[in-house]
């Protein structure tokens, strides 16, 4: 017993003199941002940050990369306005907080714990944890760095693999091994929240499925898809989160797989397709780190709907709007987007992947999916 | 007998009364929330006109009782009272008033309202309407029931005897009618008789709803409104055929005499000019003109220039009142007024006053609130027909800083918007009196008045934005600042920064910027003044010191103080620019005091003191 706590502490202690390496460089980072502050109030400079505008209008395609990131647009926060004042109070305030707090100690928060440690940084207090989110992605995009290495971590979101692959997680607990069909419950493996600490030993996969709900999940699973025609069934819970689309890149990069994105049939599903295959808005800084631009677009598809006849509910005002929206976002800019968004437009109507079930608890398995991916060329 | 006969056989005479009591709706009877509000109006007017031709300060008291299914509208002035034999045909007869034939302005006008609300009264509960009326304080006060006769339009009496009073002067009206009662809205009694309290601050109002809650609207102001005489038409914008009336019913015998006393605003010389211009013999008498000539007489009217009509005839409330009367409904941040001068329409002259509360409590994300008057009575139904509304509808508010939704239409913002017309006679849509027709005279006085007071808005608007720009500054550089100095010197572990720059450039002040250097047993000292405001500053700026500078530059003037030096320099800097000073003394035994800047507000400059 003793000898194997002992291991662990010497796997700790290697983990820190890493972690210590790497926060080195951020917290030179850090006390650079800081000190350029500092030298702008002794040179009588009105003091201020700029960033890439964080719109749709600021976004381009980088031709070297495959990926969409920020354009030339800039904005500054500076202190001639109260909240750009505030803003850059915050911004030291968090400066601090992972300098003293994170990196010289070798600790770390969740986001939702940063928003509330700052209740007690009086009028620099965040009112909402969104606030304090983006200014951790502005830090982000000022020090060139990855909140993983500020030691900010996500809340757990609970995105799974299941299919035939084998890996290795690096855990402060030590190094484990898995296969992510045999040695894992029916949920399947959870992804870390730093996906880097992942070592692919192996797989018999053909290809990467991304999955937009838990339902279809569990039935691809259930009906034994990641067997019959050895897919790496990844489950992304909504939009998904940073580690899930790192570690669909990870896959399609170092394993050559090809991926395709399956979910439901409406405008909002589009976007957490756009976020893996071309990059999200918010953290477009950080797309060169996640975004899979190889990945496709399996379905539902707005010719779907026509196509298979599937039940169908009316597009609200809001997904509408949303549509619309979308036919203006330089990422949807190609002739596959553009005739299914005006499609479904025309439709007015929306479907869900559940809506295969009306048609048989077997039809998604054994009809759609077979169908779609031969269509695209993949089986 | 042929067909025409026959159907000649059917035709009869009907009655007004008969006609009204088939159309209630255009004397607004036409829902049951409405008929309480239009026979309280009614009353309340009759009351107020009252009292201001016999010069009485106005004392109101309204009560609204449940009775079984119906309600019961009482209400009571201490007005001069009504005489005996007049009684009757004040209040059961349509079309019977002391207005109608006068050009000045009052309430009422054609002698319908209150006998409206009796007949209403009768058709909905069978029941007479009760008045008691005292003229004096010696004489016995006069009780009668009365129904009208709708076949004759005539008033019946079902009683009418002597009874002891307690008021010395005044008159009682108790109806019983078919309604329901409303409150917590504009199109109420109490939000009618709110608005009438904003436009007749001279007035209390008392009003006891059904549950008995009692509220006052207290008066404002003690003195009576000006009272207003009757004139006679003016030529203005008369149109011809009631030219011709004028002419055909005249007792004057000759033209001239005819034109000089029937309108206002013409003398001897306008009647010769105008009979000249027509062509007319100024000596023929007025029923002589046939169509052609009252044509070209007509004609003339509108060639020759006639003074404004007299301004007696109306009575507007004033600047003063209107914000009396807004302040203590509302409470608001900001008021406006205006009243325009007298115009004439159709040979009517009238006048627009117009006043504008702002921010307080009303509501920022909502319509602006609209008060409408004509001739002192509030206007509730009909907001969208109305002249006055189009007039607000029609104005681009988006250049007066309100938003403006839809690039036209009601204004949103904190504010409320009262509009009064004054006139002998105010051209209704229709005999309910809820909107005002859209003359284009009105229309053009109602912009003008509308544009003025939005004016002032913006002009109070763009005040408060520089001082909140001001006090936003404030916040800054006294809360937020020296906090981002402190935490930087805490994460950096160096001293903390002077902000002094940084606070001059956002305030767009004087900067003085001093540092030293110590070299060779010398101190090097230099001094940078920069101008961060858009206006050129002219100054003097002092460094007094114990012993004498050398290598000063550029050349100071020098005045020996008893105990040291003092140099100055006389500066004017344009905007934008700096400039550079420096010396040297000699570095033992000196200390440094703070410059000095002379001739400038202490506000305005950084890093010195003001002297």
Redesign the interface.
Same mark, same amino acid.
């Given at each position: 017993m003793a000898d194997s706590g002992n291991r662990k502490e010497e796997q700790g202690e290697k983990a820190v003199t890493e972690a210590a390496a790497a926060s080195g460089g951020a917290e030179q980072r850090l006390?650079g941002l800081?000190?350029s502050?500092?030298r702008?109030?002794?040179?009588?400079?009105?003091?201020h940050i700029s960033l890439p505008s964080r719109t749709k209008g600021n976004i381009e395609f980088s031709i070297k990369d495959d990926v969409w990131v920020y354009g030339d647009q800039e904005t500054t926060r500076s202190?001639?306005?109260?909240r750009g004042?505030?803003t850059?109070?915050k911004t030291?305030?968090l400066?601090?907080l992972l300098?003293?707090e994170h990196l010289r100690n070798n600790r770390g928060s969740t986001l939702r714990e940063i928003y509330y440690i700052s209740e007690n940084w009086?009028?620099?207090k965040f009112h909402e944890q969104a606030e304090s989110d983006r200014l951790i992605e502005d830090l982000e995009i000022v020090t060139a760095l990855h909140r993983e290495d500020f030691h900010v971590r996500p809340e757990e979101d609970g995105a799974a693999v299941f299919g035939p692959l084998r890996l290795k997680e690096k855990t402060r607990r030590g190094e484990k091994e898995m296969h992510c069909q045999d040695d894992v419950g029916e949920a399947g493996y959870q992804i870390p929240f730093n996906v880097d600490n992942i070592e692919f030993l192996g797989h018999d996969a053909k290809m990467v499925m991304a999955i937009e709900t838990g339902g279809m999940y569990a039935r691809l699973i259930e009906n034994g898809f990641d067997q019959d025609f050895n897919t790496i069934l990844v489950h992304i819970k909504g939009q998904p989160a940073r580690s899930t689309r790192r570690f669909i890149k990870r896959l399609n990069n170092e394993l050559g797989l090809p991926v395709v994105v399956f979910t439901d049939g409406d405008p909002w599903s589009y976007r957490i397709f756009a976020s893996i295959a071309y990059g999200a808005i918010k953290s477009a800084h950080l797309s060169e780190h996640l975004v899979t631009p190889a990945a496709r677009f399996l379905g539902v598809q707005p010719s779907d709907i026509v196509d298979y006849n599937l039940s169908t509910d009316k597009l609200t005002d809001k997904d509408l709007q949303a549509l619309r929206s979308e036919l203006t976002d330089p990422r949807f800019a190609t002739p596959y987007w553009d005739k299914q968004i005006r499609l479904q437009l025309d439709l007015k109507k929306k479907a869900e992947q559940q809506a295969f079930a009306g048609k048989g608890l077997d039809y998604v398995t054994k009809t759609y999916l077979p169908q779609r991916l031969s269509e695209m060329g993949i089986i | 007998m042929e067909i025409a006969e026959e159907m000649a056989r059917q035709q009869k005479a009907i009655s007004v009364a008969e006609f009204f009591e088939k159309n209630r709706q255009i004397l607004g009877f036409d829902s049951a929330p409405r008929a309480l509000i239009t026979c309280v109006k009614e009353a309340v007017d009759n009351s107020l006109d009252a009292c201001e031709d016999a010069g009485i300060l106005p004392d109101i008291f309204v009560q609204i009782k449940k009775s079984g299914e119906c309600y019961q509208v009482i209400v009571e002035d201490n007005g001069p009272g009504i005489v005996q034999e007049e009684i009757p045909r004040v209040f059961a007869k349509l079309l019977y008033g002391s207005r109608f034939h006068t050009l000045r302005q009052s309430r009422g006008q054609q002698g319908i309202g209150i006998s409206a609300a009796v007949l209403y009264s009768q058709l909905t509960t069978g029941k007479p309407t009760r008045v008691i009326s005292k003229i004096a304080p010696h004489k016995p006060a006069c009780y009668c029931e009365l129904i009208i006769n709708t076949a004759k339009n005539e008033p019946e009496i079902i009683k009418m005897e002597d009874v002891d009073w307690e008021r010395p002067r005044g008159t009682r009206v108790e109806l019983e009618m078919e309604g329901s009662y409303v409150r917590s809205r504009r199109q109420s009694v109490y939000g009618s008789l709110k608005s009438t309290a904003i436009v007749n601050p001279h007035a209390r109002l008392t009003l006891v709803e059904p549950e008995g809650n009692v509220e006052i609207f207290e008066r404002v102001t003690e003195s009576l409104p000006k009272k207003a005489y009757a004139i006679s038409p003016h030529p203005a914008g008369i149109e011809l055929g009631e030219l011709m009336k004028l002419l055909r019913y005249s007792d004057k015998k000759k033209l001239r005499i005819f034109l000089k006393e029937t309108f206002s605003s013409i003398g001897a010389i306008s009647a010769q000019e105008l009979c000249s211009r027509a062509g007319l013999d100024p000596e023929q008498p007025p029923d002589s003109l046939d169509h052609e000539q009252a044509k070209r007489l007509h004609s003339a009217f509108k060639q020759i220039k006639v003074k404004s009509p007299p301004v007696d005839c109306l009575s507007p409330i004033g600047e003063e009142l209107i914000k009396a009367g807004l302040e203590k409904e509302y409470r608001l941040d900001f008021i406006a007024t205006t009243v325009r001068p007298v115009s004439v329409y159709s040979g009517n002259p009238f006048l627009v006053e117009i006043g504008f509360g702002y921010g307080g409590e009303l509501e920022k994300e909502s319509r602006v609130e609209l008060l409408r008057f004509a001739n002192r009575v509030p206007l509730v139904y009909q907001q969208g027909a109305c002249a006055l509304t189009h007039a607000v509808e029609s104005v681009s508010w988006k250049n007066y800083s309100l938003s403006q939704p839809t690039g036209s239409g009601i204004p949103v913002g904190p504010a409320v918007l009262l509009i009064h017309i004054a006139s002998t006679n105010i051209p209704f849509t229709s005999e309910s009196k809820d909107a005002v027709a859209d003359v284009p005279e009105i229309l053009a006085e109602v912009d003008l008045g509308l544009k003025e007071v939005a004016r002032k808005l913006r002009r109070y608007l763009s005040r408060q934005s520089v001082l909140s720009e001001r006090r936003?500054k404030e916040?800054?550089i006294r809360?937020?600042?020296p @906090?981002?100095?402190r935490?930087?010197?805490?994460?950096?572990g160096?001293a903390e920064?002077?902000?002094g720059?940084?606070v001059? @450039?956002?305030m767009g002040n004087l900067?003085v910027?001093r540092s030293a250097e110590k070299n060779d047993g010398h101190l090097l000292v230099g001094i940078r003044v920069?101008n961060h405001s858009d206006l050129v500053r002219s100054f003097k700026l002092h460094e007094v010191l114990s012993v004498q500078a050398e290598e000063v530059s550029p050349q100071a003037k020098i005045i020996p103080l008893g105990d040291g030096y003092d140099y100055h320099w006389k500066l004017s800097l344009p905007p934008g620019q700096s400039i550079s000073l420096s010396y040297r003394v000699a570095a033992d035994g000196v200390s440094l005091k703070e410059p000095v800047v002379e001739g400038l507000d202490a506000e305005i400059v950084t890093g010195a003191r003001v002297i």
């Open positions: 006390m800081a000190d502050l500092y702008q109030f002794q040179q009588g400079i009105v003091p202190v001639k306005t109260v004042a505030k850059l109070l030291v305030h400066s601090e300098i003293k009086d009028i620099a | 936003e916040e800054i809360k937020i600042l @906090k981002i100095a935490k930087l010197s805490d994460v950096l160096k920064p002077d902000i720059p940084v001059a @450039k956002i900067l910027f920069e």
